[in-house]
Each structure stands twice: as C-alpha cells, then as structure tokens.
C-alpha cells in the first residue's frame, strides 16, 4: 500500500475524503441522514482527512459534520475553507477576502462543526483585491489565536504561494489536479515541494469523467456545476470520451477500476500529493479508498502521460465567467 502522507505535520491515510459532494455540486443533495452516514462510513473505513468549505451548501456541509464526526474529532484532520461568501443583499456568490469577513468566517465555521480549531484554514480563491499579503497575515492570527493549526490557499499560481508563504507558512496548496487538469505541473507543484506544503488534489477523478461510469452529460440536476463547464459540452464530451477504451485496457491491465487508476496515477505525482475523491455513494467511497493499493509501473505511468493529457484533452476547465476568478498557472496550447 502507498505509505501514509502527512499534511500539517499529522500522518493520514494517502487518500482524503472531499466532503462537498454530500451537500452541493453534482447530484441533488442527499438527505441529511444518509449524507451522515456517508461521512460516517468514510471514517469507519479509515479516511483521516476530511475536507470542507463554508460555501458548501452555504454552512450545510459544515453543520454535517459537526452533527455526524464532531464526537470523533481527534480522528480526523479536518479543513476548511473561506473567502466566496454569498452577498447578504443579492444572495449571488463572490469572493472576497475582506478580513473582517474571513473573521467571522472561522468562528461560523468552528461553530457549525462543533470543534474548538481546524487543522488547516484555506483560502478558497483569492480576490486579486486585497494583497494576499494582507489577507495571509490575517489569517496568520487566526493561527496564533489558536482558532486553526495551519493556513492553506487554493487554485493559487506559484507567485502567490511564494509572495503568502513570505508572510505566513502556508502548509498546503488545493487545486483541481488529475490526468486531465495538469496546470499544477506548469510550477505550483514543485513550488510545493520546494517549500514543504503538501498539494491537494481536488476534482481527481475528473469529476467522474476518469471513472468511465458517466455516459451521458444532458442529464445533470439544474445546479450540477459541470452544466457550465466547457468540457462537459455534449460535442466536447464526446471527443474526450474517445480517451477512455484505451485507458480502461491499461485498468485492466493493471487490475483496478478507472477511478482507482486515476488516483493511483495522482499519488505517483510526488509524496506530497494528496487526492481527495467526493463521492455519495458507499460503493464508490470504497472503491476510491482502495486505490492507495495499487501500484503503478512507470511504464503504466509512461502510457498514461501520453494518453491523458492538456494536448489531448478537449475544451477548457472552467467557463470564461469563472477562469477569471482562478489565479493558477495556464496552459497555452
Ligand atoms: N478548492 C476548491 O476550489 C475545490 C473545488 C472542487 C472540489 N473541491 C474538493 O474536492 C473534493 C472532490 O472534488 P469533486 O467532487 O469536484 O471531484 P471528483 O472527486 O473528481 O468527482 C466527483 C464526481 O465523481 C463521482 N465519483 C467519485 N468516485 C467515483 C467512483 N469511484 N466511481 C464512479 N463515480 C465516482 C461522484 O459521483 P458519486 O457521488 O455518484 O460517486 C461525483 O459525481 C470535493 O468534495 C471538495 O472537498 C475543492
């Protein structure tokens, strides 16, 4: 098995749980009952880090667990994110790392899990406003206050992680990272390593597009974020579809489900790299969480390089609307 990882200096199983999907994002949410027994069944299984956000279903993720794990909280490493907030007026989402609002932010958010700290505090996009030198070094207080153990920033470029770690230690970087979003390779990746943060890898099986179980791309709920994003175009989709025969043979190959390939592939990234598959599913929760059992050859990894990549993936990842609020690095191919 892929020896453990750490991320704020605990060790945790190689694999995270992403939280988010039981409450918002893909499928309709699940009843709270059910949504707590997923959480429930990824720490019984041994998930050690859990990951959610204050705009996951605007507190609601939050609020699940603290009603299903708070009692079990010295199992976990739990994170949490802030900075999109919902405009009181307009109800619209944005983002914005005023600090006083980052503030209120973690004191909401320790109240809804039900905790005294998090483990790591993450900056969910930054304002490209505020100097994240500014918004770092509030954060920082936050640390000193006891109120988290670490700082962490997401979809962040490698001059922003360097200017924020100049401030303030930031111990990990969240990105969306998988066979086919490579833009933390471009240098935040590296960055990462260089400066001892971990890289957490969000949306790693694609947003079920690497788990060859998602078909049809016209039957999303009416909130499923991937209705705006150009690869899920039904044309687009199609093209990229004609990646997956050729990756399935190399699953089988190997032994493994496409989703576990997909995350397999991840953690041979660099030890500092950390998946966090979501997932409402028990079957799927399982699945995902045996992939730290596969092991790759670098053959296999060769083959997958060649296979999946930014040259051979159609369409964007974002909609023009919401790259603009993304910081990271770009391909220009
Ligand atoms: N920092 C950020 O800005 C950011 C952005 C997005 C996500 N995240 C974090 O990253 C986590 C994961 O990202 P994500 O949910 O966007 O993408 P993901 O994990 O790549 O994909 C989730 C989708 O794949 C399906 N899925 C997962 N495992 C599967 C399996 N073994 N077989 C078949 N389908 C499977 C899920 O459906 P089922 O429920 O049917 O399994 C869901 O539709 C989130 O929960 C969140 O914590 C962070």
Redo the contacts with the bound molecule.
């Keep these: 098995m892929t020896a453990k990882r750490t991320l704020t200096g605990r060790e945790i199983y190689p694999i995270g749980f ?4 039981v409450s918002h ?3 309709p949410r699940l009843p709270d009952a059910q949504g707590g027994r997923v959480l429930q069944a990824a720490l019984d299984l041994g998930y050690t880090h859990f ?3 204050a705009v ?1 279903g605007h507190g609601h993720n939050e609020a699940l667990i603290g009603t299903y794990l708070s009692h079990r909280r010295g199992e976990m490493v739990l994170t949490s ?1 802030c900075g999109i907030v919902k405009d009181p007026d307009t109800g619209k989402r944005g983002i914005n790392n005023r600090t006083d609002l980052i503030e209120r932010s973690i004191d909401e958010t320790l109240s809804l899990l039900k905790t005294d700290h998090l483990d790591m505090f ?1 900056l ?2 930054w304002d490209k406003v505020t100097p994240i030198e500014e918004v770092v070094g509030a954060m920082g207080r936050l640390v000193e206050a006891g109120k988290t153990r670490a700082l962490g920033l ?2 962040v470029s490698a001059d922003t992680l360097r200017k924020a770690h100049a401030t303030h230690p930031i111990a990990a970087v ?3 990272y ?1 066979l086919w979003t490579r833009n933390p390779e471009i240098a935040v990746l590296e960055e990462c390593r260089v400066l001892g943060a971990a890289f957490v890898a ?7 597009f690497l ?1 060859g ?2 078909s049809q791309v016209d039957g999303f709920c009416d909130d499923d974020i991937r209705n705006s994003m150009p690869r899920f175009e039904a044309a687009t989709y199609a093209e990229n579809m004609k990646l997956l025969p050729p990756y399935k043979a190399i699953a089988d190959e190997v032994g493994c ?1 496409m ?1 576990q390939l997909a995350l397999a592939w991840l953690l041979t990234r660099g030890d500092h790299v950390i998946p ?6 028990l079957d ?1 929760l399982d ?2 969480f045996r992939a730290a059992d596969v092991t790759l050859s670098r053959d296999v990894v060769a083959r997958l390089d060649a296979l999946i990549n930014e040259r051979t993936v159609k369409g964007g990842r974002y909609s023009p609307a919401i790259q603009q609020q993304i910081d990271t690095e770009e391909f220009t191919v």
């Design positions: 992403g939280a988010m999907n994002c893909y499928q990951d959610t956000a996951y994110k993450y969910h996009r997401s979809e969240q990105s969306e998988s969000f949306s790693p099986v694609a947003r079920q788990t179980k998602l489900t989703a966090i598959p979501g997932t409402q599913n799927h699945e995902n």
